[in-house]
């Protein structure tokens, strides 16, 4: 069965400093999304990303982020300054309006930011 | 207020029970997903509905668009069906909209 790939799945980062987070999303899929799960709390949207471009964002996803599709297959978030308040779960996304499910979830990636 | 809201946010129940765990929302929407999220973190999609009731293997999921509300049932429950179970909405493409899950636990 397609599976949508992030790597890595854990990374610690110092505050301030640039991450980036990858994302394989299935290759017929045509609508990416970026997700994340602050411990304890709810699943949140950060953006949506179609036809090579942000379709939505939510208040979350300041300056401070931004998404690429660099080479038609993966999908990144990239975090340039983070905070301490940016660990979290994050999960990529990638849907195609035909499927059965809706979305298929990648596994994650754990940022710890000390 | 949550435009999701599920309840009941923790459930614990022996094995074989019959469980339900439901689901309210108040926008429009174009389909509900009930998601199973598993201790490790991941997120693997159960359903996606926009009307009716759909089946598979002991999991039963049901809407009425009318009531704005939703239903996960599983059936003879057993201890690896312990997980957070979320509910979910969606428009169109557009973004999915999170409850905050049930944590459900199956005692042997």
């Known amino acids: 069965e397609p599976e949508v790939t992030q790597t890595p799945s854990h990374q610690v980062t110092q505050m301030g400093q640039e991450v980036i987070l990858r994302c394989v999303p299935i290759s017929n899929h045509l609508y990416f999304y970026w997700y994340r799960q602050i411990l304890g709390q709810k699943v949140e949207f950060l953006v949506s990303f179609y036809n090579n471009e942000i379709s939505e964002k939510s208040e979350i996803f300041d300056d401070q982020f931004s998404v690429e599709r660099p080479d038609g297959s993966n999908f990144t978030l990239k975090i340039r300054s983070t905070k301490l308040e940016d660990s979290a779960m994050y999960f990529c996304a990638s849907r195609d309006l035909g499927t059965t499910y809706g979305y298929t979830f990648g596994s994650g990636t754990r940022l710890t930011v000390v | 207020k949550n435009e999701v809201e599920q309840s009941p946010q923790n459930l614990t129940a022996q094995e074989g029970e019959f469980i339900t765990i439901n689901c309210s929302y108040s926008v429009g929407i174009s389909a509900l997903h009930w998601l199973q999220q598993h201790p490790g973190g991941g997120i693997v999609s159960l359903f996606m509905l926009s009307s009716g009731k759909k089946k598979h293997g002991r999991l039963i999921a049901t809407i009425n668009i009318q009531e704005k509300h939703s239903s996960l049932h599983i059936t003879a429950s057993h201890p690896r069906d312990s997980a957070v179970y979320i509910c979910?909405?969606?428009?169109?493409?557009?973004?999915?909209?999170f409850g905050q899950g049930t944590r459900l636990t199956i005692n042997p």
């Open positions: 979910a909405v969606s428009k169109g493409a557009q973004k999915l909209v």
